[in-house]
């Protein structure tokens, strides 16, 4: 059964950068479908972003186009969020997910917490 470890949430201060990591865990990672989502409080669980660690094709939410970054280490086993230029608005917990089906992410993570404040 695959297991989802997020990393590297944390307190920044607007316009500063963190990174995060979910490292897959109990089976394969090429040709999977790895994807970030967020969850602020009193919102709706919202996409991030999403990569195919075979091709590296990536996909992005509008709100992040072009700040996030997201990217795949096959040897680590391991998905990455690089977050640069982060708002207020970014503040949320931040999910992990694979395993696409049925129009929704059936394994996910359990979250890390992302907050930017100054």
């Known amino acids: 059964q695959v297991q989802l470890k997020e990393s590297g949430g944390g307190l920044v201060q607007p316009g500063e950068s963190l990174r995060l990591s979910c490292a897959v865990s109990?089976?394969?990672?090429?040709?999977?479908?790895m994807a970030w989502f967020r969850q602020a409080p009193g919102k709706e669980r919202e996409f991030v972003a999403t990569?195919?660690?075979?091709?590296?094709?990536?996909y992005y939410g509008d709100d992040v186009q072009g700040r996030f970054t997201i990217s795949a280490s096959n040897a680590r086993k391991t998905v990455y969020l690089q977050m640069n230029s982060l708002k207020f608005e970014d503040t949320a917990v931040y999910y992990c997910?694979?395993?696409?089906?049925?129009?929704?992410?059936?394994?996910w993570g359990q979250g890390t917490q992302v907050t930017v404040s100054s």
């Open positions: 109990g089976g394969t990672f090429d040709s999977r479908q």
């Open positions: 990569i195919r660690t075979s091709t590296g094709v990536t």
């Open positions: 997910a694979t395993d696409p089906y049925g129009g929704s992410y059936h394994t």
